[in-house]
């Protein structure tokens, strides 16, 4: 398209006399037609009006209005219409256009689209309309807003805070879903038509208080079709003030960094003044609603010039030198609970280092991202109810090209402890009868000013005001989880109870808060009735102990009901330190061959091992070991009691791992254990227990008395070859590479 202008003389100029007579009267830019390489988008555009354009950050959408005359509205009004392109950053290969259909079009004007991409990659879509039967609002112009859910557009709804009753039109909401930018005629202003602008208030969930840009941008002229682009910083939008090249001219401007104690309210002093953008882009008609797209290197625009398809049509060019955006580096991720990895509706605050600008973002399940420029520092502050704080700085300095950098954010609980637990512990049997035996509890390990109270009629009281000189939550948190409270309790006629469990564990309400009250139950069983079962408890063994998981006679591969076990609190305990390594030591009473004994009690680890891995602990962090009999936890084990309390598997935590430490087995048995031989002859058993009598006690109703006489040889255990460790590579920072990398590249951040 050839470069022309019209002078205020009526004299057609040459190139030369017009670059000089704009410079030296408006200070208007012109830019060679090769250079803008202006595209008329003749697979979009029709005889009919084109115009709104709005393209996606990616320039993969192109949505606009048009009156053609096969839309919603059969009359010639204005609907919606969308047109999917093939190609980005070339040439661009735009399908044939589609209308957006029902619920969004109607039977009246529906036009000025503005979208924004959420992280559940579904649209978030603004436009304005005209009021209408079962479409509420003033009977004027309005906005309204509506989000593609499953594929389909929801109906929409209008923007109740910020219509009025004068024309609010033309939106354009930033990428972070922070800002809405609108014109309109309203009171308050300096011209006919200005730009005015709403915050989001999170806290509230609703849109604020729309405040006017100021008289940096707007005139008595007016300023309409406002786009802000995705670096957040950068407003496109057109004008009919005087000095421009002829109606409605496109303007660029910036945001000027804030100064300490202003607010973006204070607009008047954080923009720059408008630049037009010149011949070609602008013309001696109609030039408006500029989009740009997020790499800044083309805009597309309405514009109703001679020569084109239709009254208005929408065009593609180059954006020129002094209006490109900065480069948007695009943060996104997910923030999650740790340990349950529950997507958290978290605010994530994002700093310039700098101290020039500030926003935020707000997304639910957990989904965030945020259109970032590069060259910067930002410090990201993410906050949710009830959890602790996390601060993070992502450092864009030497990254020089449009890229996605993935950074979840796992948060914890937010540590609220009360000065005092106190503590409910009721004793029962397995039928849920009520008891009284005599009961202790300690808490370990002990920390210096915690007061433990005497333990009377099931109730204590554990002071943790030592707590208070921790100045952070985490530090607190770190040493209150290495606190246990154990419970051991005697009665006669019952098995004696020695109970551990973890004091946060205990106080740690529904909701994730630390209560004041522990209301904890304990089951006590008769005594020589029962199998030991799975218990979490002080190990006598090591200070690391923290489960005894017990075995009947001559078995390895189930335990003792083993629906009830802990394995799960195991696990449980281990999430909340997963650095740590897990030892399972397996053992065995004193009845049969050393050998034996040995092969059963390494059964017996890696059986408790399979099972941890099941629930969730690698298995590259477990290490199993065998004992035999080598190890009694009771070393009298003349007793039935004594020797049952022996066939067991210990659990450790230990923080590092030990020298030379290797799994003995890897696999657990998946056949049950033999059954044992047939009963010999009765000859026979009358002159083996002539050598071997067996004492009375030891012989109970569930027990046949070769199986309390030997432990036998589980099934053979082949062990299977080792899984291989992947080490997790630490974060680091992008660094600059001599290749630039392309566009929209995606970087992965630990």
């Known amino acids: 398209m050839k ?27 012109v830019t060679s037609d090769g250079d803008a390489q202006l595209l008329n988008l003749s697979a979009v555009n029709t005889p009919y009006s084109e115009y709104t354009p709005f393209i996606t950050a990616d320039e993969h959408f192109l949505f606009f209005q048009s009156n053609r005359p096969d839309g919603v509205d059969q009359a010639g009004d204005f609907d919606l219409w969308y047109s999917e392109n093939e190609v980005t950053e070339g040439t661009p290969k735009f399908k044939a256009p589609a209308n957006v259909g029902l619920p969004v079009n109607s039977a009246y004007f529906d036009g000025h689209p503005t979208l924004r991409k959420l992280p559940t990659g579904e649209y978030e879509m603004y436009f304005c309309s005209f009021a209408e039967e079962g479409r509420p609002g003033p009977q004027l112009t309005n906005l309204y807003y509506t989000i593609q859910k499953d594929g389909k557009w929801t109906v929409p709804s209008p923007v109740v805070e910020i219509n009025s009753d004068f024309h ?24 006919r038509d200005d730009i005015w602008i709403s915050e989001f208030d999170y806290a509230a969930k609703r849109w604020g208080k729309p405040y006017n840009a100021g008289r940096s941008i707007n005139t008595p002229a007016s300023e309409v079709t406002p786009a802000i682009h995705s670096d957040n910083i950068t407003l496109y939008f057109s004008s009919d003030r005087a000095g421009g090249v002829g109606g409605y001219d496109i303007y660029v401007t910036q945001m000027l960094p ?39 290197n083309f805009m597309y625009f309405a514009s109703n010039r001679q020569n084109g398809q239709g009254s208005f049509d929408i065009y593609r060019g180059r954006v020129p030198a002094f209006a490109k955006p900065e480069v948007v580096i ?21 700093t310039d280092v700098e101290g020039e600008r500030n926003f935020s973002t707000h997304q639910p399940e957990g989904l965030y991202s945020a259109d970032l420029i590069n060259k910067k520092q930002y410090k990201m502050t993410v906050t949710a109810p009830g959890y602790a704080p996390i601060e993070y700085i992502a450092d864009l300095r030497d990254i020089h090209s449009p890229v996605t950098i993935q950074k979840d954010f796992e948060m914890e609980r937010a540590l609220n402890l009360p000065k005092e ?42 002071s943790i005001a030592a707590m208070s000189k921790y100045k952070k939550a985490e530090d607190a948190m770190a040493a209150l989880e290495r606190m246990q409270l154990a ?50 408890v002080d190990c006598k063994a090591g200070n690391g102990c923290v489960a005894v ?60 091992k399979k099972r941890l891995v099941q629930f969730g602990i690698p298995a590259e962090m477990i290490i199993t070991k065998g004992y035999g009999a080598t190890k009694p936890a009771v070393k009298d084990e003349s007793t039935v009691e004594g020797r049952r309390k022996n066939r067991r598997a210990e659990i450790y935590f230990e923080a590092t791992k030990k020298p030379g430490d290797a799994n003995d087995f ?55 070859a080792k899984p291989g460790i992947v080490e997790e590579k630490p974060f680091s920072e992008p660094k600059p590479t001599p290749a630039t990398p392309p566009p929209n590249t995606e970087i992965k951040v630990q």
């Open 666 to 720: 890897e696999e657990a048995p998946e056949k049950p254990a033999p059954k044992p031989a047939a009963k010999p002859a009765k000859k026979k058993v009358k002159k083996a227990e002539k050598k071997k009598p067996m004492p009375p006690e030891e012989v109970q109703p569930s027990e046949k008395p070769k199986a309390e006489t030997e432990e036998k040889p589980a099934a053979e255990i082949k062990p299977a």
């Open 330 to 350: 695009t943060m996104k991720g997910r923030v999650k609970e740790k340990f349950s990895e529950k997507g958290l509706e978290a605010n994530i605050r994002i």
């Open 487 to 536: 419970v051991k309790a005697t009665l006669k006629g019952y098995n004696d109870v020695a109970e551990t469990r973890s004091l946060p564990e205990l106080m740690r309400g529904n909701a994730g808060d630390m209560k004041g009250v522990i209301d904890w139950k304990i089951v006590m069983k008769a005594a020589g009735e029962t199998e030991p079962d799975f218990q979490v």
């Open 168 to 191: 609010d039109r033309m939106p354009s909401i930033s990428q972070d879903g922070r800002y809405l930018y609108f014109s309109s005629d309203r009171p308050g202003g300096f011209g």
């Open 421 to 462: 637990v106190v503590i409910n512990i009721e004793f029962v049997d397995e039928k849920g009868k009520a008891l009284k035996p005599n009961a202790t509890y300690r808490l370990t390990p002990e920390i210096p000013d915690d007061t433990i109270l005497p333990f009377k009629k099931g109730k204590g009281r554990v």
């Open 258 to 296: 804030m100064v300490p104690g202003t607010s973006a309210a204070d607009a008047e002093s954080i923009w720059k003044k408008p630049v037009n953008l010149g011949k070609p882009y602008n013309s001696e008609y109609d030039d408006e609603y500029p989009t740009v797209i997020r790499s800044g």
């Open 3 to 29: 470069s022309t202008f019209t002078g205020v003389f009526g004299v057609v100029l040459s190139s030369v006399l017009l670059l000089a007579s704009l410079r030296a009267q408006t200070g208007i830019t």
């Open 549 to 608: 998981a017990y075995f009947s006679t001559n078995v390895a591969n189930r335990l003792n009901n083993e629906k009830a076990s802990g394995l799960k609190t195991v696990v449980e305990l281990w999430n909340k330190q997963p650095h740590k390594y897990v030892y399972v030591h397996g053992h065995a009473d004193n009845r049969g061959t050393a050998a034996h004994n040995m092969k059963l009690s390494r059964a017996r680890a890696a059986f408790v």
